[in-house]
């Protein structure tokens, strides 16, 4: 257990519904990821919050995606219209910055959403 | 795109043997990274080496890293059935993004 928690852990959907995740990263960590993991590859990037600011997007995050970090502790991620390309993992990740005001350069995954359209 | 390659994209080997994977990459590096991901679980880092170092160890594990050829490479020594995982290698840019590879699929035999 790294200290992230991600929920639910597993959901299952119909193609059109509109469906949320949310994690919950270790207290004091500043930064804050998104990832999606489809089967057989490596997680690729969706975007990324310092604090409650949403710094950087993917392209890979169509306008059909949206992550909010409202008070700069957990994390939402929806995802409206879901069609069957969005059956994915979801991971989320957390960094801190060091005691020098530096970011450190490890990355703390929670354990993940898998999502299922049908 | 993704950044990094892993190779192989599998492996099998006997208890007791060592595992060495490989990873290459296209870009310029501020550091390399190693995770682990045991199946439909997250990730789970392991080891990190930075752009000026070239080996690394840390228990079975030994990371090095060519710079002039993009390239890192892990290796667990004298594997364990607990060490079957899939292990992926992300390169941290000055930016703030972190690419990760395809992944190597390990499977330890008892």
């Known amino acids: 257990d790294t200290g992230v928690s991600q929920d639910p852990r597993h959901k299952i959907t119909k193609r059109g519904q509109n469906v949320t995740f949310r994690c919950d990263p270790i207290?004091?960590?500043?930064?804050l990821y998104w990832y999606r993991q489809t089967l057989g590859q490596g997680p690729e990037f969706l975007t990324y919050?310092?604090?409650?600011?949403?710094?950087?997007k993917s392209r890979l995050l169509s306008d059909r995606f949206s992550a909010e970090r409202p008070k700069g502790s957990f994390s939402t991620l929806e995802i409206q219209r879901t069609e069957q390309g969005d059956s994915a993992m979801y991971l989320c990740?957390?960094?801190?910055?060091?005691?020098?005001?530096?970011?450190?350069?490890?990355?703390?995954f929670g354990p993940g959403t898998r999502l299922t359209v049908l | 795109s993704q950044q990094g390659e892993e190779d192989p994209q599998a492996l099998s080997i006997q208890e007791g043997e060592n595992a060495t994977m490989n990873c290459s990459y296209k870009?310029?590096?501020?550091?390399l990274q190693w995770y682990r991901q045991n199946s439909g679980r997250g990730l789970v880092h392991l080891i990190l080496?930075?752009?000026?170092?070239r080996e690394k160890h840390s228990g079975r594990l030994r990371v090095t890293l060519d710079t002039s050829k993009k390239s890192s490479s892990l290796l667990i020594t004298a594997s364990r059935a607990a060490d079957t995982a899939s292990y992926f290698c992300?390169?941290?840019?000055?930016?703030?993004?972190?690419?990760f590879g395809t992944g190597t699929s390990l499977t330890v035999i008892p």
């Open positions: 990740a957390s960094r801190r910055l060091s005691m020098r005001g530096a970011l450190t350069d490890t990355q703390y």
């Open positions: 207290s004091e960590h500043n930064r």
């Open positions: 919050f310092q604090n409650e600011a949403q710094l950087e």
């Open positions: 870009t310029s590096i501020n550091n």
């Open positions: 080496i930075r752009s000026n170092e």
């Open positions: 992300a390169t941290g840019t000055l930016g703030n993004q972190f690419y």
